[in-house]
């Protein structure tokens, strides 16, 4: 099972045809859902969830594929689309009985988060997006050399075969490359903890792939047909990035605006890993956002 959030109870809960979330469970009160990123599980949590758990009921799944959360084989795009990963979220729900629950994801984790926002309207009551731009707008806004910093997106996007293969037969270089690059190098992923994520990433290479390359398939669908038909997130949003724009020549508060009616957008000046290396500015604005 590997590490888990120390004073939180770890849980195997079936949210569809099999598929088991292993998923961090803790405190009481109006629930929150907090989903991780890339290279990461649930552990990436570990200093907010607790912070939160003092009112709230706290509930820290991997996501399916990654770290002790089932992974399905790939059968079909739809496996590991954005879609199918939300609907796991709403299940998940489900068996611990929240009819409405506040959502925060962070990398991957946000655009579950944010997919979860668009077709289940009526149950997430807030929405947290931590580091990323909508799908669409991530392929959009990656051209020329500064594109370079995505191209494990590129990658991840060849047909199957190759990057499987790749990413296998050097999984501890490939994973460690991005906590070590991410981040601001202030050793907010201690060596453990470092050690976790290198070990549950590279166990995972088929189903992290697979939920990449959905991606640049499946999930471009689904986001280009809910702009096409004019649907937004209607819930309270609460957005926090990196300074991207400046990096790629892009305004982030302008490419959410048109996904968000009530959006509050921060940019943070901590690594893509701000929720290990700025747990306290995170957990404050998860906790205002719950206030919203």
């Known amino acids: 099972m590997g590490m888990s959030i120390p004073g939180f109870e770890t849980r195997a809960i079936e949210v569809a045809d099999g598929v088991e979330l292993n998923a961090a469970v803790g405190g009481d009160g109006p629930a929150v859902v907090l989903l991780h990123g890339f290279p990461q599980t649930h552990l990436m949590w570990r200093h907010v ?7 709230h009921t706290v509930v820290c799944p991997d996501l399916r594929g990654y770290g002790a959360s089932g992974k399905p084989e790939a059968v079909t795009q739809d496996t590991y689309s ?14 611990l009985g929240f009819d409405r629950f506040a959502l925060v994801g962070h990398d991957r984790g946000a655009h579950v ?3 979860a926002g668009l077709d289940h309207p009526q149950r997430i009551s807030r929405l947290g997006i931590l580091d990323i731009v909508p799908t669409l707008d ?3 806004v990656l051209h020329g050399v500064g ?14 075969g190759l990057p ?13 490359h991005f906590l070590d690059v991410w981040g601001t190098g202030s050793g907010a992923i201690p060596a453990d903890v470092r050690a976790e994520y290198v070990r549950a990433c590279s166990d995972a290479v088929p189903s992290i792939v697979a939920d ?10 689904h986001d280009q047909a809910d702009l096409d038909a004019g649907n937004r997130l209607a819930m309270p949003v609460t957005v926090v990035q990196q300074d991207w724009g400046a990096q790629l020549g892009f305004d982030a508060t302008a490419i959410w605006r048109p996904w968000v009616t009530d959006l509050q957008h921060f940019t943070t000046r901590a690594g893509h890993f701000m929720a290990e290396e700025a747990p306290e500015d995170i957990a404050t604005l998860i906790l205002d956002l719950m206030k919203r």
């Open 49 to 55: 969830a607790p912070v939160l758990a003092e009112h």
């Open 82 to 95: 954005k879609r199918t990963m939300a609907a796991d979220v709403v299940g998940l729900a489900d068996a």
């Open 113 to 115: 988060a944010f997919r």
């Open 138 to 140: 991530t392929w959009n």
């Open 147 to 160: 594109a370079a910093v995505g191209f494990h997106l590129f990658l991840m996007a060849q047909p199957p």
């Open 164 to 176: 499987e293969r790749m990413i296998a037969g050097s999984a501890e270089a490939f994973f460690g």
């Open 212 to 221: 990449y390359r959905a991606t640049a398939t499946v999930d471009i669908e």
